[in-house]
Protein backbone atom coordinates (compact mmCIF):
# COMPACT_ATOMS: atom_id res chain seq x y z
CA UNK A 1 0.00 0.00 0.00
CA UNK A 2 2.43 2.38 1.07
CA UNK A 3 4.89 1.25 -1.60
CA UNK A 4 2.00 1.78 -4.76
CA UNK A 5 1.26 5.66 -3.17
CA UNK A 6 4.98 5.95 -3.12
CA UNK A 7 5.20 5.08 -6.84
CA UNK A 8 1.96 7.35 -7.76
CA UNK A 9 3.51 10.67 -5.57
CA UNK A 10 6.72 10.21 -7.59
CA UNK A 11 5.25 10.43 -10.90
CA UNK A 12 2.53 12.59 -9.96
CA UNK A 13 5.57 15.11 -9.27
CA UNK A 14 7.69 13.63 -12.69
CA UNK A 15 4.36 14.63 -14.74
CA UNK A 16 4.16 18.23 -13.19
CA UNK A 17 7.68 18.91 -13.46
CA UNK A 18 7.45 17.93 -17.23
CA UNK A 19 4.59 20.20 -17.38
CA UNK A 20 6.24 23.25 -15.96
CA UNK A 21 9.19 22.46 -18.12
CA UNK A 22 7.22 22.26 -21.69
CA UNK A 23 5.45 25.23 -20.45
CA UNK A 24 8.50 27.50 -20.39
CA UNK A 25 10.42 25.86 -23.19
CA UNK A 26 7.78 26.12 -25.76
CA UNK A 27 7.21 29.72 -26.10
CA UNK A 28 11.12 30.17 -26.56
CA UNK A 29 11.53 27.43 -29.12
CA UNK A 30 8.92 28.67 -31.14
CA UNK A 31 10.35 32.40 -30.66
CA UNK A 32 13.86 30.71 -31.48
CA UNK A 33 12.27 28.93 -34.61
CA UNK A 34 10.88 31.69 -36.01
CA UNK A 35 13.49 33.57 -35.84
CA UNK A 36 15.57 31.39 -38.34
CA UNK A 37 12.93 31.05 -40.91
CA UNK A 38 12.83 32.93 -44.19
CA UNK A 39 9.65 34.99 -44.56
CA UNK A 40 7.75 32.76 -46.95
CA UNK A 41 7.76 30.08 -44.16
CA UNK A 42 6.52 32.41 -41.14
CA UNK A 43 4.02 33.58 -43.14
CA UNK A 44 2.11 30.40 -43.70
CA UNK A 45 -0.70 28.58 -42.74
CA UNK A 46 1.20 25.88 -43.55
CA UNK A 47 3.23 25.74 -39.98
CA UNK A 48 6.92 24.71 -40.11
CA UNK A 49 7.09 23.25 -36.27
CA UNK A 50 10.67 22.55 -37.55
CA UNK A 51 12.38 25.05 -39.06
CA UNK A 52 12.90 23.43 -42.84
CA UNK A 53 14.65 26.36 -44.37
CA UNK A 54 17.24 27.25 -42.07
CA UNK A 55 18.64 30.78 -42.65
CA UNK A 56 20.22 33.54 -40.24
CA UNK A 57 18.54 36.79 -42.84
CA UNK A 58 16.56 38.16 -40.01
CA UNK A 59 19.77 38.36 -37.74
CA UNK A 60 21.48 40.24 -40.89
CA UNK A 61 18.36 42.33 -41.43
CA UNK A 62 18.55 43.02 -37.96
CA UNK A 63 22.08 44.08 -37.42
CA UNK A 64 21.83 45.84 -40.97
CA UNK A 65 18.32 47.84 -41.24
CA UNK A 66 17.00 49.09 -38.11
CA UNK A 67 19.20 50.94 -35.76
CA UNK A 68 20.01 47.79 -33.41
CA UNK A 69 23.52 48.22 -32.90
CA UNK A 70 23.08 52.00 -31.21
CA UNK A 71 20.05 50.15 -29.56
CA UNK A 72 22.67 47.57 -28.01
CA UNK A 73 25.39 50.08 -27.02
CA UNK A 74 22.80 52.17 -24.93
CA UNK A 75 21.12 49.24 -23.21
CA UNK A 76 24.41 48.29 -22.58
CA UNK A 77 26.04 51.59 -21.42
CA UNK A 78 22.70 51.71 -19.34
CA UNK A 79 22.32 48.29 -17.57
CA UNK A 80 26.27 48.47 -17.38
CA UNK A 81 26.03 52.38 -14.93
CA UNK A 82 22.96 51.28 -13.27
CA UNK A 83 24.65 47.79 -11.96
CA UNK A 84 28.11 49.51 -11.19
CA UNK A 85 26.34 52.18 -9.34
CA UNK A 86 23.62 50.30 -7.59
CA UNK A 87 25.87 47.70 -6.20
CA UNK A 88 28.32 50.02 -4.95
CA UNK A 89 25.71 52.23 -3.08
CA UNK A 90 24.34 48.91 -1.87
CA UNK A 91 27.36 47.78 -0.50
CA UNK A 92 27.85 50.84 1.55
CA UNK A 93 24.35 51.10 2.86
CA UNK A 94 24.14 47.31 3.18
CA UNK A 95 27.23 47.42 5.39
CA UNK A 96 26.14 50.21 7.88
CA UNK A 97 22.99 48.38 8.29
CA UNK A 98 24.68 45.35 9.20
CA UNK A 99 27.41 45.84 11.29
CA UNK A 100 26.06 49.45 12.81
CA UNK A 101 23.91 50.21 15.76
CA UNK A 102 22.40 53.87 14.85
CA UNK A 103 19.64 56.21 15.90
CA UNK A 104 17.38 55.83 12.78
CA UNK A 105 18.61 52.17 12.02
CA UNK A 106 14.95 50.90 12.40
CA UNK A 107 13.62 53.98 10.25
CA UNK A 108 15.62 53.41 7.52
CA UNK A 109 14.71 49.56 6.98
CA UNK A 110 11.52 50.73 7.38
CA UNK A 111 12.01 53.73 4.93
CA UNK A 112 13.55 51.16 2.28
CA UNK A 113 10.89 48.15 2.83
CA UNK A 114 7.61 50.91 2.06
CA UNK A 115 10.02 52.18 -0.87
CA UNK A 116 8.89 48.65 -2.18
CA UNK A 117 5.37 49.65 -2.18
CA UNK A 118 5.35 52.58 -4.29
CA UNK A 119 4.24 51.73 -7.78
CA UNK A 120 6.71 53.10 -10.47
CA UNK A 121 3.97 54.20 -12.71
CA UNK A 122 2.99 56.87 -9.97
CA UNK A 123 6.35 58.26 -9.70
CA UNK A 124 6.93 58.22 -13.38
CA UNK A 125 4.88 61.74 -14.37
CA UNK A 126 5.88 63.84 -11.35
CA UNK A 127 9.47 62.30 -12.52
CA UNK A 128 9.31 63.42 -16.32
CA UNK A 129 8.32 66.82 -15.07
CA UNK A 130 11.14 67.38 -12.40
CA UNK A 131 13.57 65.58 -15.15
CA UNK A 132 12.16 68.10 -17.70
CA UNK A 133 13.54 71.50 -15.33
CA UNK A 134 16.52 69.97 -14.62
CA UNK A 135 17.49 68.82 -18.16
CA UNK A 136 17.80 64.65 -17.49
CA UNK A 137 14.63 63.85 -19.70
CA UNK A 138 15.67 62.04 -22.93
CA UNK A 139 19.45 61.38 -21.48
CA UNK A 140 20.41 58.20 -20.91
CA UNK A 141 22.16 59.61 -17.77
CA UNK A 142 18.33 60.53 -16.51
CA UNK A 143 17.77 56.90 -17.39
CA UNK A 144 20.53 55.47 -14.94
CA UNK A 145 19.25 57.61 -12.08
CA UNK A 146 15.86 56.28 -12.49
CA UNK A 147 16.74 52.39 -12.70
CA UNK A 148 18.94 53.58 -9.31
CA UNK A 149 16.12 54.60 -7.82
CA UNK A 150 13.92 51.48 -8.34
CA UNK A 151 16.84 49.66 -7.88
CA UNK A 152 18.43 50.22 -4.54
CA UNK A 153 16.24 49.59 -1.90
CA UNK A 154 15.66 46.06 -2.82
CA UNK A 155 19.67 45.72 -3.30
CA UNK A 156 20.62 47.62 -0.05
CA UNK A 157 18.79 44.56 1.73
CA UNK A 158 19.64 42.50 -0.43
CA UNK A 159 23.98 43.45 0.21
CA UNK A 160 22.68 43.35 4.10
CA UNK A 161 21.30 39.96 4.00
CA UNK A 162 24.58 38.54 2.38
CA UNK A 163 26.81 41.07 5.41
CA UNK A 164 24.83 39.32 7.95
CA UNK A 165 25.79 35.67 6.93
CA UNK A 166 29.56 37.14 7.26
CA UNK A 167 30.25 36.32 10.96
CA UNK A 168 31.58 39.64 12.57
CA UNK A 169 34.58 37.82 14.43
CA UNK A 170 36.60 38.21 10.84
CA UNK A 171 36.56 41.56 10.52
CA UNK A 172 37.40 41.48 14.78
CA UNK A 173 40.15 39.81 14.03
CA UNK A 174 41.24 41.84 11.22
CA UNK A 175 40.92 45.23 13.54
CA UNK A 176 43.25 43.64 15.86
CA UNK A 177 46.13 42.67 13.21
CA UNK A 178 46.09 46.47 12.86
CA UNK A 179 43.73 46.67 9.28
CA UNK A 180 41.54 49.95 9.56
CA UNK A 181 38.02 49.60 9.49
CA UNK A 182 37.83 50.29 5.61
CA UNK A 183 40.73 47.80 5.38
CA UNK A 184 39.17 45.22 6.81
CA UNK A 185 35.98 45.64 4.77
CA UNK A 186 37.70 45.77 1.55
CA UNK A 187 40.39 42.93 2.27
CA UNK A 188 38.38 40.48 4.09
CA UNK A 189 34.80 40.73 3.96
CA UNK A 190 34.42 41.82 -0.08
CA UNK A 191 36.66 38.60 -1.35
CA UNK A 192 34.14 36.65 0.78
CA UNK A 193 30.94 38.36 -0.38
CA UNK A 194 31.84 37.96 -4.28
CA UNK A 195 28.64 35.38 -4.76
CA UNK A 196 26.12 37.98 -3.39
CA UNK A 197 28.13 41.55 -4.49
CA UNK A 198 27.58 39.19 -8.11
CA UNK A 199 24.17 38.67 -7.35
CA UNK A 200 23.38 42.33 -6.55
CA UNK A 201 24.55 43.15 -9.77
CA UNK A 202 22.88 41.19 -11.65
CA UNK A 203 19.78 41.65 -10.06
CA UNK A 204 20.14 45.65 -10.84
CA UNK A 205 22.00 45.13 -14.56
CA UNK A 206 18.63 42.69 -15.50
CA UNK A 207 16.74 45.16 -14.30
CA UNK A 208 17.90 47.99 -16.14
CA UNK A 209 18.38 45.64 -19.42
CA UNK A 210 14.73 44.74 -19.42
CA UNK A 211 12.93 47.54 -18.57
CA UNK A 212 10.23 49.09 -20.81
CA UNK A 213 8.39 51.70 -19.86
CA UNK A 214 10.50 54.32 -17.75
CA UNK A 215 12.57 53.86 -21.34
CA UNK A 216 9.71 54.62 -23.22
CA UNK A 217 8.63 57.35 -21.61
CA UNK A 218 12.15 59.53 -20.67
CA UNK A 219 13.81 58.79 -24.35
CA UNK A 220 12.44 60.28 -27.16
CA UNK A 221 15.44 60.38 -29.77
CA UNK A 222 16.34 57.24 -32.03
CA UNK A 223 20.03 57.27 -30.77
CA UNK A 224 19.01 57.43 -27.08
CA UNK A 225 16.99 54.09 -27.50
CA UNK A 226 17.82 51.04 -25.71
CA UNK A 227 16.99 47.62 -26.94
CA UNK A 228 13.26 47.31 -25.67
CA UNK A 229 12.08 50.46 -26.41
CA UNK A 230 13.75 50.29 -29.82
CA UNK A 231 12.17 47.40 -30.98
CA UNK A 232 9.21 47.79 -29.39
CA UNK A 233 8.02 50.47 -31.94
CA UNK A 234 8.32 48.19 -34.49
CA UNK A 235 6.06 45.62 -32.67
CA UNK A 236 3.17 48.41 -32.50
CA UNK A 237 2.85 48.43 -35.80
CA UNK A 238 -0.32 45.98 -37.84
CA UNK A 239 2.66 44.75 -40.01
CA UNK A 240 5.27 43.05 -37.59
CA UNK A 241 7.89 41.72 -39.59
CA UNK A 242 8.11 38.50 -37.46
CA UNK A 243 11.25 37.05 -38.04
CA UNK A 244 13.30 40.22 -37.08
CA UNK A 245 11.70 41.08 -34.51
CA UNK A 246 11.84 37.43 -33.18
CA UNK A 247 15.77 37.85 -34.21
CA UNK A 248 16.10 40.86 -32.20
CA UNK A 249 13.91 39.38 -29.06
CA UNK A 250 15.94 36.76 -29.30
CA UNK A 251 19.12 38.97 -29.13
CA UNK A 252 17.34 40.62 -26.46
CA UNK A 253 17.17 38.10 -24.09
CA UNK A 254 20.16 36.45 -24.25
CA UNK A 255 22.63 38.35 -22.11
CA UNK A 256 19.77 37.95 -18.97
CA UNK A 257 19.50 34.03 -20.14
CA UNK A 258 23.42 33.74 -19.75
CA UNK A 259 23.56 35.91 -16.47
CA UNK A 260 20.53 34.38 -14.62
CA UNK A 261 21.84 30.51 -16.01
CA UNK A 262 25.75 31.67 -14.23
CA UNK A 263 23.90 33.33 -11.01
CA UNK A 264 20.97 31.85 -11.05
CA UNK A 265 21.54 29.81 -7.15
CA UNK A 266 22.62 33.06 -5.44
CA UNK A 267 20.09 35.47 -7.03
CA UNK A 268 17.14 32.68 -6.05
CA UNK A 269 18.92 32.55 -2.50
CA UNK A 270 19.59 36.35 -2.06
CA UNK A 271 15.94 37.33 -3.58
CA UNK A 272 14.31 35.36 -0.83
CA UNK A 273 16.43 35.66 1.93
CA UNK A 274 16.02 39.93 1.04
CA UNK A 275 12.35 39.67 0.67
CA UNK A 276 11.47 37.42 3.31
CA UNK A 277 13.97 38.60 6.19
CA UNK A 278 13.78 42.09 5.06
CA UNK B 1 30.82 44.99 17.14
CA UNK B 2 29.51 48.36 18.75
CA UNK B 3 30.09 51.84 17.41
CA UNK B 4 26.86 53.72 18.10
CA UNK B 5 28.19 57.09 18.40
CA UNK B 6 29.91 57.19 14.95
CA UNK B 7 28.63 58.91 12.52
CA UNK B 8 30.06 56.48 9.46
CA UNK B 9 26.69 54.84 8.86
CA UNK B 10 24.83 57.87 8.17
CA UNK B 11 27.50 58.65 5.48
CA UNK B 12 27.14 55.21 3.99
CA UNK B 13 23.68 55.57 3.56
CA UNK B 14 24.05 59.31 2.39
CA UNK B 15 24.21 58.32 -1.24
CA UNK B 16 21.20 55.91 -1.67
CA UNK B 17 18.64 57.63 0.35
CA UNK B 18 19.70 61.17 -1.33
CA UNK B 19 19.11 59.89 -4.44
CA UNK B 20 15.67 58.05 -3.13
CA UNK B 21 15.11 61.60 -1.62
CA UNK B 22 15.47 64.02 -4.65
CA UNK B 23 13.75 61.22 -7.64
CA UNK B 24 11.05 59.01 -5.25
CA UNK B 25 9.98 60.54 -2.10
CA UNK B 26 10.05 64.50 -4.16
CA UNK B 27 8.50 62.99 -7.13
CA UNK B 28 5.68 61.27 -5.09
CA UNK B 29 5.18 64.69 -3.33
CA UNK B 30 4.97 66.81 -5.83
CA UNK B 31 2.05 64.57 -7.44
CA UNK B 32 -0.66 65.22 -5.36
CA UNK B 33 0.27 69.00 -6.70
CA UNK B 34 0.28 68.76 -10.30
CA UNK B 35 -3.12 66.20 -10.02
CA UNK B 36 -4.85 69.25 -9.36
CA UNK B 37 -3.05 71.62 -11.95
CA UNK B 38 -3.89 71.47 -15.87
CA UNK B 39 -0.96 70.13 -16.49
CA UNK B 40 -0.52 69.28 -20.56
CA UNK B 41 2.71 69.17 -22.09
CA UNK B 42 0.79 70.43 -25.60
CA UNK B 43 -0.12 73.29 -23.98
CA UNK B 44 2.96 74.21 -21.85
CA UNK B 45 1.50 78.08 -21.56
CA UNK B 46 -2.27 77.38 -19.47
CA UNK B 47 -0.02 75.32 -17.06
CA UNK B 48 -1.84 76.22 -13.62
CA UNK B 49 -4.38 75.10 -10.88
CA UNK B 50 -7.52 74.28 -11.49
CA UNK B 51 -9.26 72.65 -8.46
CA UNK B 52 -10.95 69.29 -9.26
CA UNK B 53 -11.40 69.64 -12.68
CA UNK B 54 -8.64 66.47 -13.61
CA UNK B 55 -10.69 64.10 -11.10
CA UNK B 56 -13.96 64.93 -12.61
CA UNK B 57 -13.05 64.45 -16.02
CA UNK B 58 -11.40 61.17 -15.03
CA UNK B 59 -14.59 59.78 -13.22
CA UNK B 60 -16.96 61.10 -16.04
CA UNK B 61 -14.82 59.32 -18.74
CA UNK B 62 -17.27 56.51 -19.59
CA UNK B 63 -14.49 54.09 -20.07
CA UNK B 64 -13.67 54.64 -16.42
CA UNK B 65 -16.02 52.01 -14.70
CA UNK B 66 -15.00 48.95 -17.46
CA UNK B 67 -11.48 50.15 -16.70
CA UNK B 68 -11.92 49.63 -12.69
CA UNK B 69 -13.65 46.25 -13.73
CA UNK B 70 -11.05 45.46 -15.36
CA UNK B 71 -8.07 45.96 -12.68
CA UNK B 72 -10.21 43.89 -10.40
CA UNK B 73 -10.14 41.00 -12.70
CA UNK B 74 -6.45 41.56 -13.97
CA UNK B 75 -5.42 40.92 -10.07
CA UNK B 76 -7.50 38.55 -8.83
CA UNK B 77 -6.91 36.10 -11.76
CA UNK B 78 -3.17 37.27 -12.56
CA UNK B 79 -2.31 37.02 -9.17
CA UNK B 80 -4.27 34.02 -8.42
CA UNK B 81 -3.27 32.11 -10.79
CA UNK B 82 0.42 32.89 -10.05
CA UNK B 83 -0.08 31.70 -6.45
CA UNK B 84 -1.32 28.31 -7.17
CA UNK B 85 0.95 27.64 -10.30
CA UNK B 86 4.00 28.73 -8.16
CA UNK B 87 3.06 27.18 -5.23
CA UNK B 88 2.59 23.39 -7.10
CA UNK B 89 6.34 24.29 -8.90
CA UNK B 90 7.89 24.60 -5.47
CA UNK B 91 5.75 21.69 -3.79
CA UNK B 92 7.40 19.88 -6.37
CA UNK B 93 10.96 21.76 -6.05
CA UNK B 94 11.07 21.67 -2.48
CA UNK B 95 12.56 17.62 -1.91
CA UNK B 96 16.11 17.35 -4.29
CA UNK B 97 16.45 15.02 -7.05
CA UNK B 98 19.13 15.02 -10.21
CA UNK B 99 19.37 17.69 -11.66
CA UNK B 100 17.46 20.20 -10.23
CA UNK B 101 19.48 23.27 -10.16
CA UNK B 102 19.79 22.69 -13.81
CA UNK B 103 16.01 22.19 -14.01
CA UNK B 104 15.37 25.63 -11.72
CA UNK B 105 17.68 27.34 -14.07
CA UNK B 106 15.16 26.85 -16.84
CA UNK B 107 11.68 27.09 -15.26
CA UNK B 108 13.11 30.13 -13.08
CA UNK B 109 14.07 32.09 -16.27
CA UNK B 110 10.70 33.67 -17.11
CA UNK B 111 11.81 36.12 -13.96
CA UNK B 112 14.99 37.10 -15.97
CA UNK B 113 13.14 38.17 -18.93
CA UNK B 114 11.97 41.74 -19.96
CA UNK B 115 8.30 42.36 -20.69
CA UNK B 116 9.15 43.34 -24.22
CA UNK B 117 10.04 39.47 -24.99
CA UNK B 118 7.71 38.10 -23.32
CA UNK B 119 4.93 40.21 -24.60
CA UNK B 120 6.11 39.92 -28.18
CA UNK B 121 6.35 36.19 -27.87
CA UNK B 122 3.04 35.64 -26.74
CA UNK B 123 1.67 37.48 -29.26
CA UNK B 124 3.49 35.83 -31.69
CA UNK B 125 2.25 32.65 -30.25
CA UNK B 126 -1.16 33.40 -30.72
CA UNK B 127 -1.06 35.00 -33.66
CA UNK B 128 -4.42 34.52 -35.55
CA UNK B 129 -3.14 33.27 -38.82
CA UNK B 130 0.24 32.20 -38.76
CA UNK B 131 0.12 31.23 -34.78
CA UNK B 132 0.71 27.67 -33.37
CA UNK B 133 -1.79 27.34 -30.51
CA UNK B 134 -4.54 28.58 -33.28
CA UNK B 135 -2.95 25.90 -35.52
CA UNK B 136 -2.89 23.10 -33.13
CA UNK B 137 -6.61 23.61 -31.54
CA UNK B 138 -7.98 23.52 -34.79
CA UNK B 139 -5.96 20.31 -35.61
CA UNK B 140 -7.14 18.81 -32.65
CA UNK B 141 -10.70 19.71 -33.79
CA UNK B 142 -10.71 21.17 -30.38
CA UNK B 143 -12.15 24.63 -31.93
CA UNK B 144 -13.62 24.90 -35.36
CA UNK B 145 -13.29 28.44 -35.83
CA UNK B 146 -10.09 30.50 -35.25
CA UNK B 147 -9.73 32.46 -31.84
CA UNK B 148 -8.75 36.19 -31.85
CA UNK B 149 -6.99 35.99 -28.97
CA UNK B 150 -5.87 39.47 -28.78
CA UNK B 151 -8.37 42.10 -31.28
CA UNK B 152 -11.62 39.86 -29.60
CA UNK B 153 -12.75 42.40 -27.03
CA UNK B 154 -13.95 39.71 -25.21
CA UNK B 155 -10.41 38.05 -24.86
CA UNK B 156 -7.97 40.30 -25.42
CA UNK B 157 -7.44 41.21 -21.22
CA UNK B 158 -7.88 37.28 -21.00
CA UNK B 159 -5.47 36.57 -22.92
CA UNK B 160 -3.01 39.07 -21.67
CA UNK B 161 -3.67 37.66 -18.02
CA UNK B 162 -2.73 33.93 -18.99
CA UNK B 163 0.43 35.58 -20.21
CA UNK B 164 1.53 37.69 -17.20
CA UNK B 165 0.30 34.72 -15.14
CA UNK B 166 3.11 32.62 -16.86
CA UNK B 167 5.26 35.66 -16.54
CA UNK B 168 4.90 35.12 -12.74
CA UNK B 169 5.32 31.82 -11.73
CA UNK B 170 8.67 32.00 -11.36
CA UNK B 171 8.87 34.51 -8.47
CA UNK B 172 6.17 32.95 -6.73
CA UNK B 173 7.40 29.39 -6.67
CA UNK B 174 11.55 31.39 -5.67
CA UNK B 175 9.51 32.28 -2.44
CA UNK B 176 7.41 29.33 -1.67
CA UNK B 177 10.66 27.61 -2.38
CA UNK B 178 12.86 29.25 0.18
CA UNK B 179 10.01 29.75 2.72
CA UNK B 180 9.92 25.51 2.91
CA UNK B 181 13.38 25.30 2.82
CA UNK B 182 13.44 26.37 6.03
CA UNK B 183 10.74 24.31 7.24
CA UNK B 184 13.50 21.54 9.68
CA UNK B 185 12.86 18.27 8.74
CA UNK B 186 12.44 16.56 12.02
CA UNK B 187 8.76 18.59 11.68
CA UNK B 188 8.15 15.80 9.20
CA UNK B 189 9.45 13.03 11.06
CA UNK B 190 7.45 13.52 14.03
CA UNK B 191 4.52 13.72 11.88
CA UNK B 192 5.46 10.86 10.36
CA UNK B 193 5.72 8.62 13.71
CA UNK B 194 2.16 10.21 14.89
CA UNK B 195 1.34 8.45 11.61
CA UNK B 196 -0.01 11.67 9.53
CA UNK B 197 -1.48 11.50 6.43
CA UNK B 198 0.04 13.62 2.97
CA UNK B 199 -3.06 16.54 3.21
CA UNK B 200 -2.56 16.83 7.08
CA UNK B 201 1.80 16.85 6.78
CA UNK B 202 0.48 19.58 4.07
CA UNK B 203 -1.56 21.16 5.79
CA UNK B 204 -0.66 21.49 9.62
CA UNK B 205 3.32 21.99 8.61
CA UNK B 206 4.18 23.00 5.28
CA UNK B 207 1.22 25.09 4.93
CA UNK B 208 1.16 26.65 8.43
CA UNK B 209 4.66 27.22 8.60
CA UNK B 210 5.29 29.19 5.43
CA UNK B 211 2.10 31.48 6.17
CA UNK B 212 3.97 34.52 6.89
CA UNK B 213 5.87 34.65 3.28
CA UNK B 214 2.52 33.70 1.67
CA UNK B 215 1.13 36.60 3.41
CA UNK B 216 4.27 38.95 2.49
CA UNK B 217 4.19 37.80 -1.08
CA UNK B 218 0.43 38.18 -1.82
CA UNK B 219 1.06 41.32 -0.67
CA UNK B 220 3.95 42.32 -2.60
CA UNK B 221 2.71 40.65 -6.12
CA UNK B 222 -0.67 42.41 -5.60
CA UNK B 223 0.85 45.90 -5.61
CA UNK B 224 3.11 45.12 -8.18
CA UNK B 225 0.71 43.16 -10.65
CA UNK B 226 -1.64 45.98 -9.82
CA UNK B 227 0.85 48.63 -11.42
CA UNK B 228 2.48 47.08 -13.90
CA UNK B 229 1.34 48.24 -17.52
CA UNK B 230 3.87 46.65 -19.32
CA UNK B 231 3.03 43.47 -20.73
CA UNK B 232 -0.73 45.61 -21.74
CA UNK B 233 1.02 48.19 -23.55
CA UNK B 234 2.81 45.43 -25.95
CA UNK B 235 0.29 42.99 -26.02
CA UNK B 236 -2.87 44.89 -26.94
CA UNK B 237 -1.80 48.93 -25.85
CA UNK B 238 -5.33 48.94 -23.84
CA UNK B 239 -7.42 47.96 -26.89
CA UNK B 240 -9.24 46.89 -28.34
CA UNK B 241 -11.51 50.11 -27.66
CA UNK B 242 -10.01 49.93 -23.82
CA UNK B 243 -11.45 45.96 -23.05
CA UNK B 244 -8.01 45.33 -21.69
CA UNK B 245 -6.92 48.44 -19.97
CA UNK B 246 -6.73 48.98 -16.37
CA UNK B 247 -5.71 51.62 -14.51
CA UNK B 248 -1.83 51.54 -14.49
CA UNK B 249 -1.78 51.37 -18.51
CA UNK B 250 -4.11 53.93 -18.89
CA UNK B 251 -2.60 56.41 -16.85
CA UNK B 252 0.12 55.37 -18.65
CA UNK B 253 -1.22 55.90 -21.83
CA UNK B 254 -2.78 59.36 -20.56
CA UNK B 255 0.57 60.72 -20.17
CA UNK B 256 2.52 59.29 -22.72
CA UNK B 257 -0.01 59.30 -25.54
CA UNK B 258 -2.08 62.47 -24.61
CA UNK B 259 0.76 64.21 -22.63
CA UNK B 260 -1.83 64.98 -20.12
CA UNK B 261 0.42 65.05 -17.11
CA UNK B 262 -2.42 66.44 -15.02
CA UNK B 263 -5.31 64.06 -15.45
CA UNK B 264 -2.66 61.06 -15.28
CA UNK B 265 -1.74 62.59 -11.79
CA UNK B 266 -4.92 62.59 -10.98
CA UNK B 267 -5.38 58.84 -11.62
CA UNK B 268 -2.49 58.07 -10.16
CA UNK B 269 -3.96 59.36 -6.26
CA UNK B 270 -7.08 57.74 -6.74
CA UNK B 271 -4.94 54.95 -7.58
CA UNK B 272 -2.43 55.10 -4.43
CA UNK B 273 -5.61 55.51 -2.37
CA UNK B 274 -6.85 52.28 -3.82
CA UNK B 275 -3.64 50.68 -3.06
CA UNK B 276 -3.35 52.48 0.64
CA UNK B 277 -6.87 51.11 1.17
CA UNK B 278 -6.18 47.25 -0.32
CA UNK B 279 -3.23 47.20 2.11
CA UNK B 280 -5.05 48.29 5.46
CA UNK B 281 -7.63 46.09 4.63
CA UNK B 282 -5.01 43.43 3.82
CA UNK B 283 -2.99 43.61 6.72
CA UNK B 284 -6.58 43.45 9.07
CA UNK B 285 -7.59 40.45 7.28
CA UNK B 286 -4.32 38.62 7.68
CA UNK B 287 -3.24 40.15 11.45
CA UNK B 288 -0.21 41.17 9.41
CA UNK B 289 1.78 42.70 12.29
CA UNK B 290 2.77 39.45 13.89
CA UNK B 291 4.90 38.79 10.65
CA UNK B 292 7.10 42.46 11.47
CA UNK B 293 10.02 40.86 12.59
CA UNK B 294 12.63 42.74 11.33
Known amino acids: MIRTQRAFFITVRICILMFYLLMVLLPFYWLFITSVKPR ?50 AILGGYALARYTFKLKTMAVYGLLLTQMIPGVLVMIPTAILFSKVGLMNSLGGLIIIYIVGNIPFCLILMRSFFDRIPVDLEEAALIDGCSKLGALFRIVLPIMLPGIVATFVFAFIGAWNELLCA ?12 PVGLSMFVQNYDVNWGVMTAGAVMALLPSLIMFAIVQRFVVEGLSDGAVKG | MKRIKSKEPYYMLAPSFLLLCIFLLYPLLSSFLYAFQSYKLTAPNAIGFNGI ?7 QDSNFGLILKNSFIWVVLTVGGQF ?22 IVFLPWAISSFVVGLTFRWLLNAEYGPVNDLLLRLGI ?17 VIVTMTWYGIPFFAIMLLAAMQSIPEDLYEAADIDGAGIWSKFWHITFSYIKQTIILTLLLRTIWVFASADLIYIMTAGGPANSSSILSSYMFMKAYSSLDYGQASAIGLFFMALLILFCYLFMKATKFEKAGNF
Open chain 2, 143 to 159: IKDKIYFLSDPELALYT
Open chain 2, 53 to 59: NNFKAVF
Open chain 1, 40 to 89: MDILTTNIQYWPKNFTLDNYRVLWSSSNFDVFLKNSILVSLGTGVFTTCF
Open chain 1, 216 to 227: IMFISSDELKTI
Open chain 2, 84 to 105: ILGFILALALRRPFPGRNFYQA
